[in-house]
């Protein structure tokens, strides 16, 4: 916004440029193709692969396991978040497995997970689930335990119950907190989904990489990417659309803040 | 017990002679007490060296009284009404609320706080509702209350605003509208208007004079500007602070309703002086 029309204007070419660039660069020095494909292989790659529709499937499975997978890693990170916060006991005894499980990278329990779950949909699943469930878990946390002193005292003064102090105040004022979780752990789910596909899978955006790494289709390869990237931003794109639905009341600073809580806390992924 | 509000200029006399009980009580005979505080103490921290917040408060509040309370910051005066509003308890004495006591948080009780306190993803009828929502009021009648009293505080048509899109004096007023919804037998505001700039902070006063006056509610004001506790109450309690003990309480004699001309009177005058002095030998101006 701030650099109006002409810069918008000049982002559009500076990307042309850069394509242009990349293309000259590898025509010029007659770079093999197995190394870096020019711009115009990888869109031919992209074509190719959507018009015989092998594309296709692929990103419906990936997809499938993602949205799965965030919806497992969810569910549980945010019923165990809510134990955690409101009860100091449940925290006590779960600590020192929440703290290990936190340093752990959960990229490293793919191998396991494939012996476990097998080389089908499920193990993605879980792969996916694990690598989501972390974010949303310390975000629950730390929003349900963020409501202002002052406002827990109006509902205690209202001989408000346990109960309606946590549906009326802490569940609402956590939300800010608990969509920059869902937001992050969206995309964690697509990183534990291609992961487990890298690891061991029949099918998959991850497993189209690693064959297409064998036969050395770069091009390919470069055009999944480009496609890993628009599912990304697709991704996100639908947790923040329903974030603006749902906290319209928010003033984004304390969504602000919880990202920063999770970039503090739950980065290890 | 009869409540025993000094008789103006005794005050500094009694205060330095340490004595409260010989002052000649009006005793109210006409209404009941709503609030009957009888030597209240609170401590802090246990250990070696425990703070005394409060020591031998005593008071009462007729029903339908509006009595401020003023003293400087650390004289107790939050801790009193937190005490009164049941999210804390006594370390001694007691506090009874229309003859049983303050136990825990109550329902009859309305608050008000320094700040709003207001859930934004609450609308402004919504935020009124809270207490009826909490203490599971019919809904059908407390909507056509919220209504009726945000009408009076002159915010009809804002119940469907959120609460960022209103200023902090309508915010307050919406706070206020909140702790009367489900018709508490006491109001505790606790510096309610302490946020607010200076001509806003008159007018609310003002408001709030109208408002008590149409409602008649008992009510417990703190504040730490004496011209606001004259303006507002019926009587003052001027508090003392380390340990916080009440100083003296004054009956304050002006009509209402009270312009904010009164506040320019010889009279009105007097009785901040006299505030003044009691919080002066209390140590509580430096």
Not at chain 1, 43 to 54: E, I
Not at chain 1, 70 to 87: D, K
Not at chain 1, 243 to 263: G, I, M, N, T, Y
Not at chain 2, 31 to 37: E, K, L
């Amino acid at each position: 916004m701030r650099f109006g029309v002409t810069g918008m204007v000049l982002r559009v070419i500076l990307i042309f440029v850069f394509l242009l660039f990349w293309e000259a660069v590898v025509r010029l020095f007659g770079i093999p193709a197995f190394i870096l494909p020019p711009p115009s292989n990888v869109l031919l790659a992209l074509y190719r692969g959507f018009a015989s529709a092998l594309y296709v499937g692929h990103i419906g499975v990936t997809l499938a396991e993602t949205f799965m997978g965030f919806a497992l890693g969810s569910v549980l990170a945010f019923s165990l978040g809510v134990a955690v916060a409101l009860s100091r006991r449940v925290e006590y005894y779960l600590y020192p497995f929440i703290v290990m499980f936190q340093a752990m990278p959960k990229v490293a329990l793919a191998p396991l997970v494939i012996i476990w779950f097998g080389l089908g949909i499920t193990s993605k699943v879980v792969a996916a689930a694990l690598v989501a469930f972390f974010p949303l878990m310390v975000n629950t946390i730390a929003g349900l335990r963020s409501a202002d002193e002052d406002r827990v005292n109006l509902m205690r003064s209202l001989a408000a119950s346990r109960w309606q102090i946590f549906w009326m105040l802490q569940l609402p004022n956590a939300m800010p907190y608990i969509f920059a979780g869902l937001e992050i752990a969206m995309i964690f789910a697509l990183i534990g989904a291609i992961v487990g596909e890298f690891v061991g899978a029949t099918s998959g955006l991850g497993m189209l990489i690693q064959s297409m790494n064998f036969t050395m289709d770069v091009a390919g390869q470069f055009s999944i990417l480009l496609i890993l990237s628009a599912l990304g931003l697709l991704l996100n794109g639908l947790v923040v659309t329903l974030r603006r639905r749902v906290l319209f009341w928010d003033q984004s600073e304390k969504a602000d803040a919880a990202e920063q809580a999770v970039a503090e806390k739950g980065g290890v992924s | 017990m009869p409540q025993r509000s000094c008789a103006i200029g005794e005050g500094l006399a009694i205060l330095q002679a340490g004595l409260r009980t010989v002052a000649p009580a009006e005793i109210s005979t006409a209404a009941r007490d709503v609030i009957n505080v009888k030597r209240l103490s609170k401590q802090y921290g246990g250990g070696a060296e425990p703070i005394l917040a409060l020591k031998d408060i005593d008071f009462a509040i007729p029903e339908g009284e509006f009595l401020s309370i003023v003293g400087p910051s650390g004289c107790g005066k939050s801790t009193l009404l937190k005490i009164l509003a049941g999210l804390m308890p006594a370390s001694g004495g007691e506090a009874l609320l229309n003859g049983t006591p303050i136990g825990g948080p109550r329902r009859d009780i309305g608050v008000v706080f320094q700040s709003p306190v207001l859930f934004p993803w609450r609308s402004v009828l919504n935020n009124v509702l809270l207490p009826a929502d909490v203490q599971r009021l019919g809904r059908t009648v407390m909507e056509k209350r919220a209504y009726d009293l945000l009408r009076l505080v002159h915010l009809n048509g804002f119940e469907r605003r959120y609460p960022w899109e209103l200023s902090g004096g309508m915010q307050q007023r919406v706070a206020l509208v909140r702790a009367l919804i489900h018709d508490p037998a006491l109001l505790l505001m606790d510096e309610p208007f302490g946020a607010l700039d200076a001509m806003t902070r008159e007018q609310m006063n003002v408001e709030l004079q109208r408002l008590w006056m149409e409602r008649k509610k008992t009510v417990v004001f703190i504040t730490h500007s004496t011209a606001e506790a004259v303006f507002l109450g019926d009587r003052v309690m001027v508090m003392t602070p380390r340990p916080g003990q009440v100083g003296d309480i004054f009956r304050v004699d002006l009509p209402r309703p009270r312009g904010l001309e009164v506040m320019n009177t010889e009279k009105f005058g007097g009785y901040v002086r006299r505030i003044r002095e009691v919080l002066n030998a209390g140590g509580g101006l430096e």
